[in-house]
């Protein structure tokens, strides 16, 4: 009788846990994800119409370093300072190189580290940008008048005059002064007083910390070379590594708590706006997809995108060969700036990394948050900014650093 008890009771709780393995199994569509590590961020921004994602995402990416230096302390920086020096600092090297470079919004993440070292970081409440009315829309970045006025001005320098005066940057300076806010020379934070330098300085930032690493074949690995993208114009001088380096340094320091800037091409179709970037391939996309051929050559890009990006679906394998064709062909371009602070798998046990975007959280499914697959890290990553000590002690050796 106890024996039949038993077994009756293993009998109910094997179907028990049966039914709920059953509920927890993810189905054959759409994406699971599950947390490995991740490290601490401040909150989603919005660059809204604003090329500044450069900016969102390496001060983002500074955010979270001052977290990490300073116990969890968060803090919030205006974006509009470093823009405001960074343009204008532009514009002079345009300038002097007689418009044969490119004045546009765009820049890299060395730009912030730039102003970092020579004029500092300000709080967001000291500098927000100009707001041009009332209501929700009305607070976030829209600098199309802005560039248009700009880059009209830079271009006027140039056009048959054969001498400028020594006023021309204060007058490209009150532009930006109009549209963005005058950059604050002192602050008070906690009663203290600060300078920008100042400021960053009490926060344990130190350009010199940081430094860019890329992996491209056309130049040596180990050594330093200036990627050659329309927004390094600071010449930037990033470290060269092998792909397999690149991915070690990257899983290496977030697994040791550590973000860093993401410079990537998002350009790809299957990089969509909702919070997912994978890599499947598209010539297979009938058989990835279980589509009848002629019914997948009928259908536009968008409607592809969507069939490949429904659910985890076998990924293209990326070689060092294939990053430096894209390069050299233009398929990979510095399209956008985000910070990356975490990895996740999928149902499947694919891996993935969790980014941190700048176009706000609205309509997104994972609210501002991507989740970027192993490939396509691989594929379109042009460079990464991080702390020099989140690189193994292996690669820093080879690097000199």
Same mark, same amino acid.
């Given at each position: 009788m106890r024996k039949a008890f038993l077994l009756s009771v293993l009998a109910i709780s094997s179907l028990v846990m049966a039914q709920n393995d059953s509920i927890q199994q993810p189905?054959?569509?759409g994406f699971v994800f599950t947390t490995i590590?991740?490290?601490?961020?401040?909150?989603?921004?919005?660059?809204?119409?604003?090329?500044?994602?450069?900016?969102?995402?390496?001060?983002?990416?500074?955010?979270?370093?001052?977290?990490?230096?300073?116990?969890?302390?968060q803090v919030d920086f205006s974006e509009m300072f470093v823009v405001s020096h960074t343009m204008v600092d532009r514009a002079e090297?345009?300038?002097?190189?007689?418009?044969?470079?490119?004045?546009?919004a765009g820049g890299s993440a060395y730009d912030v580290i730039y102003c970092l070292k020579h004029y500092g970081l300000v709080p967001q409440t000291e500098m927000p940008g100009i707001l041009y009315g009332s209501t929700p829309a009305d607070t976030l970045p829209v600098h199309n008048e802005l560039d248009a006025v700009a880059a009209g001005y830079v271009k006027a320098l140039n056009r048959g005059l054969k001498k400028l005066t020594p006023v021309w940057k204060k007058g490209l300076q009150a532009v930006y002064d109009t549209y963005l806010g005058k950059c604050p020379e002192t602050f008070t934070v906690d009663g203290v007083e600060y300078t920008p330098l100042t400021y960053a300085a009490s926060l344990k930032l130190k350009a010199d910390d940081y430094v860019s690493i890329t992996s491209y074949t056309h130049h040596p690995f180990y050594e330093r070379f200036v990627l050659e993208v329309p927004d390094n114009w600071r010449m930037d001088q990033m470290y060269n590594v092998p792909l397999q380096d690149l991915m070690d340094i990257i899983d290496y320091a977030i697994a040791h708590g550590y973000t860093m800037a993401w410079g990537a091409d998002v350009s790809e179709t299957c990089f969509t706006r909702k919070g997912i970037a994978v890599m499947p391939d598209e010539t297979k996309g009938a058989d990835l997809t279980g589509s009848d051929m002629a019914h997948?050559?009928?259908?536009?890009?968008?409607?592809?995108?969507?069939?490949?990006?429904?659910?985890?679906?076998?990924?293209?394998?990326?070689?060092q060969e294939m990053r430096q064709k894209a390069y050299d062909? #233009?398929? *990979?371009?510095?399209?956008?700036?985000?910070? =990356?602070?975490?990895?996740? /798998?999928?149902?499947?046990?694919?891996?993935?990394?969790?980014?941190?975007?700048? #176009?706000? *959280?609205?309509?997104?499914?994972?609210?501002? =948050?991507?989740?970027?697959? /192993?490939?396509?890290?691989?594929?379109?990553?042009?460079?990464?900014?991080?702390?020099?000590?989140?690189?193994?002690?292996?690669?820093?050796?080879?690097?000199?650093?």
């Open positions: 189905q054959d569509s590590d991740s490290v601490g961020i401040t909150p989603v921004k919005n660059q809204f119409r604003s090329g500044t994602c450069w900016c969102f995402s390496t001060l983002g990416f500074l955010e979270s370093e001052v977290m990490r230096l300073n116990d969890g302390k090297y345009v300038v002097r190189m007689y418009q044969t470079a490119q004045f546009a997948w050559l009928g259908l536009s890009a968008n409607e592809k995108r969507d069939e490949l990006t429904k659910k985890p679906l076998p990924e293209l394998l990326i070689t062909n #233009w398929e *990979t371009t510095d399209d956008h700036g985000m910070q =990356i602070f975490g990895t996740a /798998r999928d149902q499947k046990g694919n891996l993935y990394y969790m980014v941190k975007n700048s #176009w706000g *959280t609205d309509r997104m499914d994972y609210k501002g =948050i991507w989740y970027v697959s /192993r490939a396509f890290m691989e594929y379109k990553t042009n460079d990464i900014l991080v702390h020099k000590d989140a690189i193994p002690k292996k690669i820093r050796k080879k690097l000199g650093i």
